[in-house]
């Protein structure tokens, strides 16, 4: 008994000692050996994740998520997340109708969603989060489906990008193709944001074949529809996304 209680305490240190390292970044192998530490201890690694503050706790969760494990903690991440969300020029009763649908509590998608306070998008490690929760839980799906029904581009572009990097182009598509079936969202709201992203700086060269391959299909099987689409976005938008269809000789007004 004390043999085990000791081997346990050691990887539970070894395992916060790895999360405050992550602080300064890990290298390949730190983290190669840091997930096998998480998967051989997974009780142990749960009761870390659940006492620590610190950032770097992230990894573990995106560790056990990876495997399609850790569904207990996801759930509990998604509720946290939920809960530090803040929202602009709404009621109390229309918020926590949100919160209980972008949760999970209830399959209910509210008609109206708040204006969120930020709509900036999340840090890298966030994003990479994101990417893997959405193995195990419907909290991604939701906030993506959420940010396309606002129009919030960087939270939809930063789940998605760290899918087309971790888990491949195929995988990102099903998702998106799925979140789009399940939420019913329309394909004028589709049309604008992965246009908007496919027309946003910094694209790495897999989002922007990636994206292009959706433009370049409405364009092929409805052009007046989907300029019909981008007309309505904001003039300023509108601009940039007409600017890179030009300059890709996608489509010339």
């Known amino acids: ?51 620590s503050n610190h950032v770097g706790k992230g990894y573990i969760l995106i560790f056990l998520n990876s495997e399609g494990k850790g569904i207990d903690i996801a759930k509990e991440e998604a509720a946290a997340w939920t809960c530090q969300m803040e929202f602009i020029n709404s009621s109390a009763v ?52 959420y940010g396309i029904k606002k129009g919030y581009v960087d939270m939809v572009r930063g789940p998605v990008r760290e ?19 399940t939420y019913q969202l329309s394909e004028e709201d589709i049309i604008q944001m992965y246009s908007a992203v496919y027309a946003g700086p910094g694209k790495t060269k897999v989002e922007k074949e990636f994206y292009r391959s959706f433009v370049c299909t409405w364009l092929e099987q409805d052009k007046d529809g989907y300029i019909a689409a981008i007309e309505k976005i904001s003039k300023d938008m509108r601009k940039k996304i007409f600017a890179v269809l030009k300059r890709e000789n996608l489509y010339t007004a």
């Open 1 to 51: 008994m004390d043999g085990a209680w000791k081997e346990k305490r050691e990887t539970e240190k070894g395992i916060k000692e790895y999360i405050q390292a992550s602080g300064m970044g890990l290298s390949k192998k730190e983290e190669q050996d840091f997930k096998a530490l998480v998967l051989q201890n997974e009780e142990t690694a749960r009761k870390v994740f659940r006492d």
């Open 163 to 181: 899918m087309l990097r971790e888990l491949g182009a195929a995988y990102a598509h099903s998702f998106l193709a799925h979140t789009v079936q």
């Open 94 to 145: 229309e918020e926590q109708a949100f919160r209980s649908w972008l949760s999970g509590e209830t399959d209910v998608m509210p008609e109206r969603m708040p204006a969120n306070k930020y709509i900036m998008g999340f840090p890298y490690r966030k994003n990479v989060e994101l990417c893997y929760l959405s193995k195990v839980c419907t909290f991604t799906e939701r906030l993506v489906a």
